[in-house]
């Protein structure tokens, strides 16, 4: 069974760290881009970050770029969301998903497919 599954949210204060992972099972993540998203309360869900298999090239929203950082260790199946310098602004349910291969564009919801089910981050003081 293809799945995706999310974790390393938790609660931290506005500047610190957390390290979300995306472990995937039922196929092999080396193949597949590879996108983080989130979604805040009462908020469309928006792109993050997102990989790409073939080149290795990352791809970053602008609100999270110099803070974010997406790797990917395909030994272990998993990408990673390294988020530092965190912000309130951040706070809402992280998703990861694949990215369908004839899609277009790497930040948009439409091109990815077999979602997660989230790890919630909260940036509170």
């Known amino acids: 069974q293809v799945q995706l599954v999310e974790s390393g949210g938790g609660e931290v204060q506005p500047g610190g760290s957390l390290r979300l992972s995306c472990v995937a099972s039922?196929?092999?993540?080396?193949?597949?881009?590879i996108g983080w998203f989130r979604q805040a309360p009462g908020k469309e869900r928006e792109g993050v970050s997102s990989?790409?298999?073939?080149?290795?090239?990352?791809y970053y929203a602008e609100s999270v770029k110099g803070r974010f950082t997406i790797s990917r260790d395909n030994a272990q199946n998993t990408v990673y969301l390294q988020m530092n310098s965190l912000k309130p602004e951040d706070t809402a349910i992280y998703y990861c998903?694949?990215?369908?291969?004839?899609?277009?564009?790497?930040?948009?919801?439409?091109?990815?497919?077999?979602w997660g089910q989230g790890t919630q981050v909260t940036v509170s003081s």
């Open positions: 998903a694949i990215r369908r291969p004839d899609a277009t564009g790497w930040l948009v919801t439409e091109a990815y497919t077999r």
């Open positions: 990989i790409s298999t073939q080149t290795g090239h990352t």
């Open positions: 039922g196929f092999t993540l080396g193949y597949y881009g």
